[in-house]
């Protein structure tokens, strides 16, 4: 038996130039925006950096699948399209502040950029990339919940008619979610790029929504709101203390009478009362219509000062559900109807697109390649 | 040979004045050949604002370069995907591995995606990284973050490497290996490299040319054989009586020049080392050291400016 055959042999192959085909510039910002999507989400980076993007398209998950539920057993969303990017604002923020600084920072802490500007890229693809990057990370997030949320009404609706009224009422939810989404990048890869610590831009990135949206809502809920007090006068439904014992004596909810709804049903049984500022109800059973109440209720509207308006102008959140509400006169909006200085939000969030997105070229352009 | 050959990079009446008043060069004019060339300086003489002239990130204030044929100041993009650049501060992140660092930026240098995974696997082979690719950067020594350095610049086969101080933070051992690799890029590769270092006593030890820069002008340019050739000398050192030594040897007709605490006597003249040794015999000196230098390419500028100059490039 032959114990010498040789097993393996070393060959030294030397050097072989490369003569394959090399892409264009366009191409190598397409890879490179490639790249930096991918690492928006953690792929091709460690098992922490994967930790709170997930987090977060979990969590907007929740109301979507809250959603689908509710449409299939036919109740209204738990989230309607249009509150869904306002109300879910907190993972947005978590997840910008977490992601940016993740794109651009790292770069500028191991001082790799002199290795991309010595490549065939120029000074303003490596932005470039980098925000349609986070973009289009951040849309997905945000957009996710609503497309869910339309599939859920589509596949339990009954007619084409509601269809199509899905459709319109889901589009200010997707144009809320790409203005936010354009916001929040701009912003948040702004701040990222002047600092190559980390932990220094995702607290100043998380810092500065947060406050922005407090600060607002202090303006507007605190300083700038007052109350006016209204009286509806209406009959309801009387109910007897002997068929409803749970709601025994003291019915009308501030203790002014008997036999009249509960304070929470108010808005519903009498038009144009918003039960969440009712001061007082008053009455007693209507005389000639059996079974009825005629109730006074006194309840206030809040009246929102050119102050309180204009609060939502100091934070980029606020801005854009302003902007939404003008854009789409829309009555359900979570903050004060901005009317009439919604062109000013619109024109603010222009600005600001533009201004911070320029920054950022600007900050490229300038950045030392030593 | 090399010099029937198209320069790989020609600068002419290179200014370059930057906005705050600096002025990093003036009135370069040099070309240089293919094989390795080093760009010596000290440290602020304009090495690197050369450097990224030469990769079109600057724009010149006034004058031209041509790297490879093309204009800079218009084909930077070009160039820049035909031209490997090692820079000299550290560059590299610590959390990604070896391979995927060097495939990216193959990525970015506008190879396809297997390509660029292949060709980064071989620049690491060539490295001498190939055991060691799938290991994160941050627990490498300060030789391989170096070889990573030359493995990104050497990815897609380049036409010309810039290597910004390549042997910078090694050790004695770390320096021959990278020189010795480098020496290797240069002839068998056959690409063509452009050293900058402010040790003049490494790199001449790879290189076939030399630019010498000083304060953003050039010093001189010429290839190493011809100035070592063209000067051989012997380098003397005694203990004491260094001054008596140079007037005897003077006297008896040599070319003498005093260098700190050693004489450089030029060997033209057949007796030079008889009459070197009887001198010292003669004189009773005692004799520390004494060589025959074949590499001493400091005396070519030491003409120059001197002690100070010289003080830079040691």
New interface residues.
Partial sequence: MSMNTPTSVIHDI?????T??????R??VR??YV?SLRSVFGF???AKAKIVPFFVLIATLVPAALNVYMSSVNKPLVLTYAHMTYNMMLFSVLFVAAVAPELVS??LR???L?????????RSDYPLAKLLALFSGLLLIEVLPILITYIGQVASATSGHEIWLDTKSAFPGVFAAALQSAVFTVISLLIASTTGRRVIATGVIAILFLVTTAISAVLTNVVGVSFAQHTANCAVPAISPQTAQNFNGDLFGFGGGQNGPPTAFVSQLCPGVNANDVNNIDGSLDPNKPGYADISVQYQIPVYSMMAKAGGLTSPVRLVEGTRIWVFNATDGDIPDPSPIGPVYAAELVVLLLAVGGGLFLRYRKVS?? | MAEIEQPIIEATALTMRYPGGVTALTDLTLSVQPGITGLVGANGAGK?TLI?IL?G?LTPTSGGVRVLGLEASERG??I??R?G?M??????????TAT?FVT??G???????T?AKE?AA?ALR?VGLHEERYRQIGTFSTGMKQRVKLA?ALV??PGLLLLDEPTNGLDPAGRDAMLALIRRIGT???IAVVVASHLLSEIERICDHLVAIEGGKLLRAASLVSMTQALPWLMVEVDEGTEELAANLNGQGLTVRTQGRQLLVRVDTDPVFDTVRDAIADLDLPLTRLEHRRHHVEELFADQEQAEAMEALQ
């Fill in positions: 030397g050097y072989k130039p490369y394959g085909p090399r892409l264009g510039r191409q190598i890879a490179l790249h091709g980076r460690g790292r770069d191991h001082h790799t002199p290795l991309y500007f010595s490549r065939p890229l120029r390649v030593s | 690197s990224k990769l990130l993009e070009q820049r995907s031209v650049y820079p000299e501060h550290d560059c590299l992140p610590a959390d990604v995927e990216h930026l990525r970015m240098s506008g190879l396809p995606p390509a060709q071989e060539h990104q897609g086969d068998e590769f056959g």
